[in-house]
């Protein structure tokens, strides 16, 4: 069963989307918690300030021989009268009912009164509904219920304080305390819980309105955002697509149109850069064939034309039609050992031995196994540089290269005419050069001499017997040493190739030496 597709649109909206929600979310929530905690906490100090007089007289009651105000900590109704003859009550707070006094219903009339008769609820005690359904309404605290006297250490002498509560402090200073003195209590004061004023709590929740309204654009902003980036990487992604489903059809001609700078646009330029190449190699494989079945059907048809002769007996089997069929047949065999090679250069098979051998001794014998043949086809040849040229290779390849290029200037330069070898070090390479007398190729051909097949000039023909493979074989073997060859034109009028190769560890040095 095929896996069903998931878009990767989907998927980076997706990421995007849930990251920006869950950001907002909780930044909001963040900003919700301090901007109420700081709202009732500006509230709680302005409430604060109307307990100055209540902190600055206790200061002066404080007994050093009786601290923590004894007078108010065992007497409940005396720290409440305390503070109502300050009439701490701000605005805006109502005062809870005081309770009617109990009916007698049999009850002593003679016995004491209730000391906390006269005692509002409990901060958090609960009031029944006035339909008598429901929960019970929540009542807020009284603000003398939120008032608590604290000893110097922050300890709850009267009053309590629930865990979590927000509250604000007080200090108690004697009156003739210096700057800086340690305080001698605490007047703490305890919010509410609660907005109290309408006014406060309209003005708290436009702020939360504000505040939902600033996370929905952001989040809305955030989901346009995600939009745009996941289309602005599925455009070229999917231009990615279609171009490599025309790479794997076979259309190595397509290209995929680029104007991004980022990894996107490097890939894209990659992947132009891989069609190209396909493209290359095949064109070159096409013309690899064409030129091979080429070159094979000029001798080809000079057997066939031949053995049609002898057959019809137009032409006798004498040593005149055997020897033309007989260098047909050697044409053949260069053209296939020279195919053979150029293959098994392709398959990376021309793997170089890694020993080190002198490029000037190769040289030697290479210009000695020619010069009979020079001094009868009359050109000269010369020889330069008689300095060791330690390089890391195989001598057999090397030689291959030397007698390669030796064979194309014998077989090109005009007679009378002149050759020379040339050898010497340069830095940390070894180069060989082959110079020889006109005729040149033309200028415009120098960079396609070691393509397969590629002749400069009618003047270099296949008259001369080549393949067209000479120098290609050349390139491939000097590429596989590390090395490199380029041709130019000769100071003597001809063609100059000049083979460059790596300096390897000879006697008495280091490999990698340099002079």
């Known amino acids: 069963m095929q896996k069903p597709r998931s878009s990767l649109a989907y998927k980076l909206f997706g990421a995007i989307g849930l990251t920006a929600l869950a950001v907002v979310g909780v930044m909001a929530v963040l900003i919700a918690g301090s901007m109420r905690d700081g709202f009732t906490r500006y509230l709680l100090r302005e409430e604060l300030a109307m307990l100055e007089p209540v902190a600055a007289d206790l200061g002066t009651r404080y007994d050093v021989d009786r601290p923590g105000w004894p007078e108010f900590r065992d007497d409940a109704r005396a720290w409440r009268a305390y503070l109502g003859s300050f009439a701490p009550e701000p605005p805006g707070f109502a005062k809870p009912p005081r309770p009617s006094p109990p009916e007698h219903d049999g009850a002593d009339p003679d016995a004491p009164p209730d000391r906390h008769a006269d005692r509002p609820p409990p901060p958090d005690g609960d009031a029944p509904r006035p339909d008598g359904k429901g929960k019970p309404l929540r009542r807020p605290p009284a603000f003398g219920d939120r008032i608590l006297l604290l000893d110097a250490a922050g300890h709850p002498l009267i009053g309590?304080?629930?865990?979590?509560?927000?509250?604000?402090?007080?200090p108690i200073v004697a009156p003739d305390a210096a700057d800086g003195a340690s305080p001698l209590g605490w007047v703490g004061l305890v919010a509410p819980g609660t907005i109290p004023k309408e006014t406060d709590a309209f003005y708290l929740r436009s702020q939360m309105r504000a505040l939902a309204m600033a996370a929905l654009i952001a989040l809305a902003l955030s989901g346009v955002g995600a939009v745009l980036l996941a289309r602005g990487f599925l455009v070229p992604i999917r231009a990615l697509e279609r171009g490599a489903k025309r790479l794997a059809g076979g259309d190595y001609a397509a290209r995929i149109p680029n104007t991004r700078t980022d990894e996107l646009g490097?890939?894209?330029?990659?992947?132009?850069?891989?069609?190209?190449?396909?493209?290359?190699?095949?064109?070159?494989?096409?013309?690899?064939?064409?030129?091979?079945?080429?070159?094979?059907?000029?001798p080809l048809a000079v057997l066939r034309a031949n053995i049609e002769a002898i057959e019809d007996g137009v032409r006798p089997a004498d040593a005149r039609t055997l020897g033309a069929m007989a260098e047909a047949v050697e044409r053949m065999s260069r053209l296939v050992h020279d195919l053979r090679l150029l293959s098994a250069w392709h398959e990376a098979a021309l793997r170089p031995e890694g020993r080190v051998t002198d490029l000037a001794a190769i040289l030697r014998a290479a210009a000695v196994g020619v010069e009979d043949r020079f001094a009868a086809a009359g050109l000269v040849l010369d020889r330069d540089g008689a300095e060791p040229l330690p390089v890391r290779g195989d001598p057999q390849q090397l030689r291959q290269v030397l007698d390669n290029l030796l064979e194309n200037a014998l077989r090109y330069t005009d007679r009378p005419g002149r050759v020379r070898l040339s050898a010497w070090r340069d830095g940390g390479e070894a180069r060989v050069a082959v110079d020889d007398t006109p005729p040149a190729p033309p200028a415009a051909s120098m960079a396609h001499l070691f393509d397969r097949f590629h002749r400069g000039e009618t003047s270099r023909s296949r008259a001369h017997g080549g393949s067209g493979l000479g120098l290609a074989i050349?390139?491939?073997?000097?590429?596989?040493?590390?090395?490199?060859?380029a041709a130019e034109l000769s100071e003597l009028g001809g063609l100059r190739v000049v083979m460059s190769l790596p300096v390897g560890a000879g006697p008495g040095e280091k490999r990698g030496d340099r002079t």
Do not use: P, Y
């Open 266 to 298: 490097q890939l894209i330029e990659h992947t132009n850069v891989l069609a190209r190449t396909l493209e290359e190699a095949e064109l070159a494989q096409r013309a690899w064939v064409s030129d091979t079945s080429h070159e094979l059907q000029t």
């Open 474 to 485: 050349c390139k491939a073997i000097v590429e596989a040493h590390g090395g490199r060859i």
């Open 160 to 170: 309590r304080r629930i865990e979590g509560d927000v509250m604000e402090t007080l």
